[in-house]
């Protein structure tokens, strides 16, 4: 079976704390997301990849980055993790040229800025 | 920029009736891919059905279906049939199929969808 799988279902950090979520997916697909989701706004998307190596800003990048090392793993760092960054994390994955096959996704890590 | 609305933050349906998700889209890409998912209240997001821009008929999956209107910009969900299994956060999505961003996938705010019994 198919599977994007994210480290940390639940994680509680500090205010200020260098945040990793990592994501692995195990279907040899080129793209990766990451998506945070907040009630009322849908699914954001804060950066993708289409390479190792490569990475693009989405629509809300400012205050994270991205890690893209080896094809099957996306990393998303808070560099200074604040309250606002309170969130569902969403990582997903997909074919650079198969969209219709759909982009799968990891069961969501649900991270707390105290 | 490619914009996808959801206007209706809440549905309910009764048991067995068929329920229209709503979804409007904005772009200027004549390539692009419209897709629905489910995410029920374990979190996980459950890919549903997909249309391509130049789909000519609209695309069907079961109980589901997708009405695609190209000149109006929706793409709206049909549910035929509710169980109670569809209570969930139906969400629409857009892709884009062309330049830099190729392939980066665009949300809706979502609706919540409730089948009574």
């Known amino acids: 079976d198919v599977k994007v799988t994210q480290s940390s279902r639940y994680l509680v950090k500090r205010t200020g704390e260098k945040v990793f979520l990592e994501c692995v997916q195990d279907?040899?697909?080129?793209?990766m997301f990451w998506y945070r989701q907040d009630p009322g706004l849908g699914l954001r998307l804060i950066y993708f990849?289409?390479?190792?190596?490569?990475?693009e800003k989405g629509d809300i990048p400012e205050g994270y980055s991205v890690s893209r090392e080896k094809k099957e793993r996306f990393s998303l760092i808070l560099e200074s993790a604040s309250t606002n960054q309170t969130s569902m994390y969403l990582c997903?994955?997909?074919?650079?040229?198969?969209?219709?096959?759909?982009?799968?996704f990891g069961s969501g890590t649900r991270l707390t800025v105290v | 920029a490619q914009k996808i609305t959801q206007t209706q933050p809440g549905m309910f349906v009764q048991e067995k009736e068929a329920v229209t998700l709503d979804c409007t889209y904005d772009t200027s890409d004549p390539s692009y891919g419209l897709f629905w998912y489910k995410q029920p209240s374990s979190g996980e997001m459950i890919f549903l059905i997909y249309?391509?821009?130049?789909?000519?008929q609209n695309a069907t999956e079961g109980r589901y279906s997708l009405n695609f209107q190209k000149a109006r910009k929706s793409a709206n969900l049909v549910i035929s049939a509710s169980q109670l299994g569809d209570s969930a956060m139906y969400f629409c999505a857009m892709s884009h199929a062309g330049g830099t961003s190729y392939g980066k996938l665009t949300f809706g705010q979502g609706t919540i969808l409730t089948v009574h019994p």
């Open positions: 990849s289409y390479d190792v190596k490569m990475k």
């Open positions: 249309q391509g821009s130049y789909d000519q």
């Open positions: 997903a994955s997909s074919f650079l040229r198969q969209l219709n096959y759909g982009y799968t």
């Open positions: 279907m040899d697909h080129e793209n």
